[in-house]
């Protein structure tokens, strides 16, 4: 549509979204707090945060870097591959930067245990504390869903495998960007 949001934009705010629902709705780990999806797809900071709390009853954040995998038929030699390291890259070089914009936006929360957390995330993602995490989340279609994308990880994050604190989210929905666009439809 010429008046219409751009169709990258809408499937990634879309992908942003099901991350948001899909990790709270049946979280592994206890969550304390979150950090919502920006209001469009290229805000600037990070994509995702959430806390959680731990069986011993530690916390443990969580920053995420979400992507959308929905290849035109003019560039159909993308691979979801790219889309998933691309998503390592960033999240690499931009993770202080997102870290220390969520310290200032969740200074002021009404719990003075997560307030004092939520100052020490920066220390914690340098330090690669145990109570620091890296996740990625990738949507797309069903055909192009691999279970194998997210083998790099690991490699790509070694100060985070032990113990492993790394997730790696691929929702795939049967044709992502028809789902998008009857999304934007529906709201």
Known sequence: EDNGPNIDHLEGFVGEWLWYFLTTENPSEAIVHTVLP?????DPGGDGLIIHRLPNSELLFRLWEMKKFAPRADSSTQQLGTTVKKAYSQLNLKAAEYLARITATEQEL????????????????????????????????????????????????????????LLGMLTGIEDFSVFAVKVKEYV
């Open 110 to 165: 009404n719990d003075p245990e997560i307030e004092r957390f939520v100052g020490m995330l920066l220390d914690l993602w340098i330090d690669a504390s145990p109570q620091a995490a890296a996740g990625v989340s990738i949507a797309t279609s069903s055909n192009h869903a691999s279970q194998d994308c997210f083998d790099d990880f690991g490699n790509q994050f070694p100060q985070f495998i032990n113990p492993i604190r």
């Open 38 to 42: 920006g209001f469009k797809s290229t």
